[in-house]
């Protein structure tokens, strides 16, 4: 809201945090003292991608499924609802200040499971969806503290997800829930847009908010997959 006018100074403060985020974690972080263990030969391979298909799914899904939220929730404010720009700012802000508490999603799943965690989110994301419909500034800001919680939880969640499922190589199992994540948005912003055009707002996000719902049926099992080159399997699931 301060740089509004300025909005490329908005850009130099992230900047500036982000800097500043660096220095302050390279300070807390301690470097491990030992020597860093040899490389066992173990690579990626793409018939590992179905040991993992159904975090695929379920990460395409909620990013499908969240785009209309990301992409035309402030639109649907303005032009349906009436806001001012400063009234969707705030409901803006209201949604990334609310992530803050997406980020118990480690405790959470530590607590009742991966499973009921995943399902968790997924009704709560599909619930924000369902109460921006409803024309009360309550529900509408009630709504981006929903979605704001539950994005943020759901990525904390595909993250758990992935290095589960990638124990030896974590950094694969992240990148590709991400990735999935991603695919899943351009496809639904393609989507949400072509159907406000040919529907309306509310149609549109109570459609999206039950294809979301579509997805709390896929399965959660982490079972680890191995990346060594023999294909040897684990004898213990997470």
Known sequence: MVFAEQWRWGYVLFAILAFLTLWWNARAIKRA???PEQSTGSKFKLSLLSEARFMIFAAIGIGFSSSIYWT???SYLTETHDF???ESMVFWI????????GGIAGAIIQRIGLGWSYRLGVLVA???LVTLTIPHSASIFLSAILFGISFVFMTGLFLVWGTRHFPDTPSVGVSLSFFSLGIGQSLGSIAAGVLIDGMSYPIAFLSFAAIGLLFIFIKTNAQPVSTQENGAQPSTSV
Do not use: C, D, L, N
């Open 126 to 128: 599909s619930a924000s």
């Open 84 to 86: 001012s720009t400063s």
């Open 72 to 74: 035309f929730s402030r």
């Open 33 to 35: 003292k030992q020597e």
């Open 94 to 101: 209201v949604m990334g200040a609310a992530g803050i508490i």
